[in-house]
């Protein structure tokens, strides 16, 4: 009896994993064609200012993305306590009016300081500072459904929920450029489509939303809150600061060229993602019931660095056909620039499930040493590159330090 109980949950685990992988690869796929489609559309110093301004909202997002884990985490417990439908209803219609409030605030300082935002970041269009802000605004209202659509293992509506966004995106991203609306366009697509998202994440939501009260009223952990926090700003900034480097200190002319290698080498990062969210409540849960969860850490490594690795090797093989394929011949042969980056991202992908085990699990000093890195890198890309493979070099020591560092503190 006990034989077959695991049986199926080791089966429903593996669905689980696959609807993610299945619906982040048609995400990621309609993701890579915003990217692309902005390459091709924008002209050429729009494109890396399209670009620098994504990074800008991804490093945003994953210090929201707080908001998500937090949710996530709790959903998690509380689905295995008495009384959890209430309980958990109660605790997400809280988290939501809270992300509102502080959504606004945020989104209405950025507005304000748009101006020099542009500066820091070599972005001439207050349009498009203005639409950012607006995404600001819904990255932190997005991550209270997401967190307990993760935490309550609905799987296959955060994975419907996620398509959804970036299909609409692809669609609105294109239209909107061609109608002239240029950068800001490509960048107003983002919160429209997430708000339409956003909508559909509350209606698969409404039997929490209309739970009946409870007089237990969730505490969350400010000590985890912030935790989380160094953790995912850690991993932002080891990902997401690369272009927001390259665009304000490299020379135009060279800063475009890093275009086609991190548009590519992103492909990397669209499983990983999708494997660390399934890993987060499972490892929650496992870690809550004395159980061990390595085994979950084990298998989400293996989906993500092995397909990433079989996509750096065709980078380094061919880098100017694929630039070719996909750009049609706007951008120049990048060389060992293309599987360098790609190789780096990769190894931030096995960053991201190791992040997710920490935060999973408590492993502390990971999340520390993670932040050091992240703080390093900054540091060597600003003091000693003076090329674009040596900035890449520099992305490859970093996600080579984050994964050992994982090795030696986060697995136990």
């Known amino acids: ?4 109980a695991r049986a199926v949950a080791r089966s429903a685990d593996a669905l689980d994993g696959l609807i993610m992988a299945g619906a982040s690869l048609v995400s990621g796929a309609f993701a890579y064609l915003v990217l692309v489609a902005a390459g091709l559309l924008l002209e050429a110093t729009a494109a890396i200012a399209f670009l620098a301004v994504m990074n800008l909202l991804k490093i945003a997002e994953q210090v929201t993305w707080v908001i998500r884990n937090v949710v996530a985490y709790y959903m998690a417990e509380l689905a295995i306590s008495a009384e959890s439908w209430p309980r958990m209803g109660m605790f997400l219609r809280h988290r939501w009016r809270r992300a509102w409030v502080w959504g606004g605030v945020t989104a209405g300082l950025f507005a304000l300081l748009s101006p020099l935002i542009a500066r820091l970041i070599n972005v001439m269009s207050p349009w498009a500072l203005l639409a950012a802000a607006l995404a600001l605004l819904l990255l932190f209202v997005r991550p209270v459904t997401d967190g307990a659509l993760q935490g309550s293992q609905h799987f296959w509506g955060l994975g419907s929920i996620g398509v959804l966004q970036e299909a609409l995106r692809f669609g609105l991203t294109v239209a909107l450029i061609l109608a002239g609306l240029n950068l800001a366009g490509a960048i107003l697509a983002l919160p429209v489509a997430s708000g339409v998202a956003l ?14 009260p409870t007089n237990h009223v969730q505490k969350v952990s400010r000590p985890y809150s ?6 995912l700003l850690s991993f932002a900034l080891l990902v997401y600061s690369d272009t927001l480097l390259v665009n304000r200190l490299f020379p135009p002319a060279v800063a475009v060229q890093y275009t086609p290698a991190n548009i590519l080498a992103r492909l990397n990062l669209f499983v990983p993602m999708a494997m660390g969210m399934v890993l987060f409540p499972k490892a929650t849960q496992r870690q809550a019931l004395g159980q061990d969860a390595r085994p979950y850490l084990l298998l989400a490594l293996a989906a993500t660095l092995v397909p990433g690795l079989l996509l750096t090797l065709l980078y380094f093989l061919f880098p100017g056909p694929l630039v070719q394929l996909v750009f049609r011949g706007q951008y ?15 190894l931030f992908a096995g960053v991201n499930i190791w992040l997710n085990y920490a935060l999973a699990v408590g492993r502390r000093p990971y ?17 000693l590159t003076h ?18 560092a994982g090795l030696m503190m986060a697995w136990r």
């Open 226 to 231: 912030v935790l989380t926090l160094i953790g």
């Open 199 to 212: 909508a559909a994440a509350v209606w698969l939501l409404r039997p929490y939303f209309s739970a009946p």
């Open 387 to 404: 090329s674009l493979l040596a900035l890449a070099a520099v992305l490859v020591a970093a996600g080579a330090a984050g994964n050992v």
């Open 1 to 4: 009896m006990i034989a077959r």
């Open 367 to 383: 999340i520390y040493a993670l932040f050091i890195i992240a703080l390093l890198q900054i540091g060597a890309i600003i003091l």
């Open 332 to 346: 120049g042969d990048p060389g060992l620039l293309l599987g360098w980056v790609g190789l780096a991202v990769t």
